[in-house]
């Protein structure tokens, strides 16, 4: 037996500073919760951008900041991270991998900023953090393999704390540019020991913080952006100085900072060479907060993204600063901005050998998704938006697969924390996953979700209702398009819904659109946030995605007391399984519905808490659930149909578990599985009327997921995020590989495994916002 990881869907951490471009190859990187993931660029719009790799865990808490340590010469692309954790991490890019080099101690607190360079065989990184009490600023010297040389605290003003940082190699010696919560640029020099940094100037601008800061490493004309929450993009020079006045330099240049530039306040020395700090450009084109600020390759160029859902190209034309391309979302209902943007481009950049080959700019969005723009002619003044792979943000918490799954052609929907539901289909062209539709956006954390048939699934979020969605046509001729599998072996004679689907303002139900229909707001710009389903060829953009794939609601389902956790349907889709969170027995019940009108038509009453899953045998006659009250309890249907609604209790497990039992699952009809917070697995068989364990492991932390395929294929996830594949034979159950250890130790736990149908692919999901696809085979 085989398992291989074909698939990773990940967001990017919705901070700043979480994206940047890789200088060795065509890839982009960015901080994914714990991780750090590696995706491709699309060359054409028929493509989308793979993720390739992730990295291994070593932040305990998500990370806040990502950058990439500047050199002269770009041998490998070598990265920074910050997190919660304070922890500050060393990364190297191998191939399409990022590899650990070496952890940075001395943060005490959640780390905002960071930065770095490589000079002269060394690497100079520096870092801020803030916690409840206190602040840092630190600065640490490593080899070029990444062991410590020397670290210090850089002392900032009192009560002030570095928001942003950046760091440039000059004649030998490392200068820090740093954004303070007082408003002032201020610049730091490398003292002549290269063991500690001081202060040079502060110069004033910015009348509120500083999100970015920015130098464009041209040491012919270098030049420093800064911006944040005024909105202003300001510009400033760094210059050596030959005026007469460059001899009255002051030794001691860290008084308090002036209110206003002058010029004889902004003169400092590296190496006893004179240079000078001015005011360049003042730039005006945001309408809110300016998160990113990232030059090209040859420093000419600057790229800002803002809260004003655009990201902004300034160019200088005729000596002055002009924003030349505006890239953006237009209308796009679900859209609130940007946090990063980078510089990248489809080509090799190391191979051709052009500075300014820089085609495409990718941006990050408030809500984690990834935007790609690349430029389609040689002035770089016309863009195409092209498809990148994005994810959940925050806990991807339930998935499944299409119920009409035969192989490659099924495809799988996912719910999360992030109020989504998200569909993923294989992309005909490339051959490989994609996000094709986002059928709901709703307005509570997502929690489950079970296909009912081929065109109805219902899920369920932090409500007291379930909601049924069937799939609009749009879907399914674009699933058709993309997938390339016709709509009759998807589908069947399933009945479909309308066109598409738009969410009316202040609504949480999806209404039916019909084909051409437009949907007019009171007010004109209403108008901008309206759906506009359409047949897609190709895989969408994450603005179509979020609000232009929406599947019509066709049913609530109402009778839960308190928020919903559990949903699951019999094989042949006529009876559905519900249950809710619950601290009482009335409320601990399993609620029995008819798909065929939506109509409750019982309740399975037992447990004692909330019931964590639910799971009907294959050949649909008997009903295992398994609670928080650590118990397991075992249902037949009393007269043996296989879509009646009258089930009897015939068993409920003893002590065998001690803490919560987290998830289920049947082998076959005389089979299931059952895993707990104990960190036990228990495989069970019912003999003459009687269920007794029949294997028991104890693994190395609590299990939080479950699932078979086979006696020869049991696999178990773990609160640590790892994946444990047993075999259950006559000498009980083993462990036959591990998947996914981690070197320190971590709470990412899985949520939900599912097998295809078939027993090929294997669907992961996790609280650290991935959802993955492996493939299984002998």
């Not at 036990?680 to 299990?703: F, M, N, R, Y």
């Not at 696999?715 to 000498?731: C, N, P």
């Amino acid at each position: 037996m085989k398992i291989e990881e074909e698939f990773i869907s990940a967001s990017v951490n919705p901070r700043s500073h979480c994206l940047t471009a890789c200088k060795t190859a065509p890839l982009v990187a960015y901080a994914s919760s714990l991780q750090i993931a590696v995706q491709t660029i699309p060359k054409d719009d028929s493509e989308v951008g793979v993720i390739k790799s992730t990295s291994e865990r070593r932040h305990q808490k998500p990370i806040t900041v990502l950058k990439r340590l500047k050199s002269s010469e770009i041998v490998a692309d070598e990265f920074v991270t910050g997190g919660v954790d304070s922890r500050v991490v060393l990364w190297k890019l191998r191939g399409e991998h990022v590899e650990y080099v070496a952890d940075l101690t001395g943060c005490d607190g959640s780390v905002g900023s960071v930065c770095g360079c490589v000079e002269d065989g060394r690497k100079v990184v520096a870092a801020a953090w803030v916690s409840e009490t206190s602040n840092g600023f630190h600065a640490w010297w490593t080899s070029s393999i990444g062991d410590l040389l020397n670290s210090t605290e850089i002392k900032l003003d009192h009560k002030a704390f570095a928001l942003c940082l950046d760091a440039i190699s000059i004649q030998n010696s490392v200068l820090l540019a740093v954004g303070t919560s007082k408003r002032f640029v201020e610049l730091y020099g490398e003292s002549a020991d290269k063991k500690s940094f001081s202060r040079l100037i502060s110069v004033a601008g910015h009348t509120d913080w500083i999100h970015s800061i920015a130098f464009n490493d041209n040491p012919d004309h270098l030049l420093v952006a800064s911006a944040g929450q005024d909105t202003y993009v300001r510009l400033w020079a760094i210059e050596p100085e030959t005026d007469e006045k460059s001899e009255n330099i002051r030794e001691d240049s860290s008084t308090t900072p002036p209110d206003e530039l002058t010029s004889s306040a902004n003169l400092f020395s590296i190496n006893y060479t004179p240079y000078r700090c001015s005011s360049h450009a003042v730039m005006q084109g945001h309408d809110d907060w300016v998160h990113s600020t990232v030059w090209s390759n040859d420093g000419r160029v600057l790229l800002t993204a803002s809260s004003d859902k655009t990201c902004i190209i300034w160019k200088e034309i005729d000596n002055l600063w002009r924003d030349d391309v505006r890239l953006g979302i237009v209308g796009g209902g679900q859209a609130a901005g940007f946090f990063a943007a980078v510089f990248s481009s489809s080509l090799d950049l190391k191979d051709s050998g052009e500075k300014n080959a820089e085609n495409v700019v990718i941006s990050s969005s408030y809500f984690g998704g990834l935007h790609c723009w690349k430029s389609t002619d040689e002035q770089k003044t016309f863009w195409t938006a092209l498809p990148m792979t994005g994810g959940h943000v925050g806990e991807v918490r339930d998935v499944d697969w299409h119920r009409s799954d035969d192989g490659d052609s099924g495809f799988l929907m996912s719910v999360g924390q992030d109020q989504t539901t998200r569909v993923f289909a294989k992309n005909g062209r490339q051959q490989s996953y994609v996000e094709i539709a986002r059928p709901q956006v709703h307005g509570h954390d997502m929690q489950c979700l079970s296909f009912v048939n081929p065109s109805i699934f219902v899920s369920g979020a932090e409500e007291k209702v379930f909601r049924a969605f069937r799939a609009p046509k749009s879907f399914v001729k674009s699933l058709e398009a993309i997938s390339g599998v016709p709509t009759e072996k998807s589908f069947g004679d399933s009945d479909l819904a309308e066109f598409g689907a738009c969410v009316p303002a202040l609504g949480l139900s999806n209404k039916p659109m019909v084909e051409g229909e437009t949907v007019d707001g009171e007010h004109w710009e209403e108008d901008a946030f309206r759906a506009a389903p359409v047949v897609l060829t190709s895989p969408p953009t994450e603005d179509t995605l979020q609000q232009n794939t929406l599947w019509p609601e066709q049913h609530k389902l109402y009778g839960h007391g308190y928020e919903v956790y559990a949903v699951t349907a019999n094989p042949t889709g006529n009876v559905l399984a519900t249950a809710c969170k619950s601290s009482h027995v009335e409320h601990s019940v399993v609620m029995l519905w008819s798909t065929s009108n939506w109509s409750k038509k019982s309740e399975i009453i037992g447990h004692q808490l909330t019931v964590t899953q639910i799971a009907w045998n294959p050949s649909g006659t008997r009903l295992l659930t398994v609670s928080r009250d650590r118990t397991a309890k075992l249902y037949t249907e009393k007269n043996g149909e296989v879509d009646g609604f009258d089930y009897d209790c015939v068993w409920t497990s003893g002590k065998q578990h001690t803490r919560i039992i987290w998830a289920c699952d049947w082998i076959d009809d005389e089979h299931f599985v059952t895993a707990s917070r104990d960190q036990k697995v228990i495989v069970w068989a019912e003999s003459a009327g009687q269920t007794a364990p029949k294997a028991t492991v104890k693994l190395d932390e609590p299990v939080t997921a479950i699932a078979a395929v086979s006696k020869d294929v049991i696999v178990a996830g773990l609160q640590t995020g790892e994946l444990i594949v047993l075999r259950f034979d006559s000498e009980g159950l083993h462990v036959i590989e591990k998947i996914g250890a981690n070197r320190i130790p971590i709470d990412s736990a899985v949520l939900r495994l599912r097998f295809s149908k078939n027993g090929r692919k294997l669907a992961v999901a996790t609280t650290d916002a991935k959802l993955r696809i492996f493939n299984v085979s002998q």
